[in-house]
């Protein structure tokens, strides 16, 4: 007993606050969770799927940057994964297309000289637009506008991905959907709304089907994100949004891409089938 506790004493006076978290095997699950695990990002050329791009390598992932046709901005994503010693690649294709949809599914085998062998551990589906306006005076082309990149290219991607990652034994699908998907705070979005929800019912009914093969479908609802997709600061829809959010600001990509990592993270098996909105308040 007497031996035990002087132990104690010894290990508690060693202990240095600052060195907290230089023990390797602590350090190997905070920084390389996902070390050997190939992830795709669409929409990964800017904005939030840039910065999810760049928190997957971080944590070890090998990923592939895809863009539709910003094929510069998409290697500077790229390139900045890979000085800061991470693995990527970047893949274009336009997703609002089914053929589009097809080209990229047909690369993965080949991502990385081949080395996954067909395998795609991380999905995330985060490429998605917004036609701002009533919807009284929408184009007959809105709905194709946002059903065929929020919601068909999503279910078709997910489609292939869950086949090779029930073949795998483990993988995590996760969409970008929106706080718009889970509430409807504001006029003026009503096509996306209904596609956000579309997409979130997708993610609940696919859990349901993928759970016991190791893989969780889940989703990441972002409120008002500093990208360029969102209205932009100076203008009445800008401040509209942040009076509605309880921190009283737009959030940055980087938070987003944060819940992404836990929901991609091996710790988070135990959590499928749910909508994280990560919001600043802005629907609480
Ligand atoms: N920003 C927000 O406030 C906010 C809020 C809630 C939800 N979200 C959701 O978050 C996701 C990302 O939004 P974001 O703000 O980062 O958008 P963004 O800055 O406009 O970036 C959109 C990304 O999607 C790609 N993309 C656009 N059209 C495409 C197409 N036809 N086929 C394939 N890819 C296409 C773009 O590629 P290119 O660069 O090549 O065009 C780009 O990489 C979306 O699903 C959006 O609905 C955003």
Do not use: C
Not at 150 to 158: S, Y
């Amino acid at each position: 007993m007497h031996h035990r506790l002087a132990l104690m004493q010894r290990s508690l006076l060693q202990f240095k606050p600052e060195n907290r978290f230089k023990t390797y095997p602590l350090r190997k699950t905070m920084t390389q969770a996902l070390k050997g695990k190939l992830a795709l990002v669409t929409g990964a050329s800017r904005g939030i799927g840039a910065a999810i791009a760049a928190r997957l390598a971080r944590d070890g992932a090998s990923v592939i940057v895809h863009y539709a046709s910003s094929a510069e901005r998409a290697q500077a994503v790229v390139n900045e994964i890979r000085d800061a010693g991470g693995e990527a690649e970047a893949v274009g294709a336009d997703l609002s297309k089914p053929e589009g949809v097809r080209s990229l599914v047909d690369s993965l085998s080949g991502a990385f000289g081949g080395r996954f062998e067909g395998r795609l551990d991380i999905l995330v589906n985060n490429a998605g637009t917004v036609e701002y306006g009533p919807f009284l005076d929408s184009s007959d082309s809105s709905y194709d506008t946002h059903f065929n990149l929020n919601v068909r290219a999503p279910i078709e991607l997910a489609k292939d991905a869950a086949a090779r990652m029930v073949a795998a034994g483990w993988g995590r699908i996760i969409n970008v959907g929106s706080a718009f998907g889970e509430a409807a705070p504001l006029p003026g979005v009503t096509l996306y709304i209904a596609s956000k929800f579309a997409l979130r019912g997708f993610t609940r009914g696919l859990s349901r089907e993928l759970g016991k093969y190791g893989v969780t479908v889940n989703a990441v609802q972002p409120g008002p994100i500093d990208t360029e997709l969102a209205p932009q600061p100076g203008t009445e829809d800008h401040a509209t949004m942040v009076k509605l959010a309880s921190v009283g600001r737009f959030g940055k990509p980087a938070e987003i891409a944060a819940a992404v990592a836990y929901l991609a993270s091996p710790e988070a098996g135990y959590t499928t089938g749910e909508s994280l909105t990560v919001d600043g308040g802005w629907i609480a």
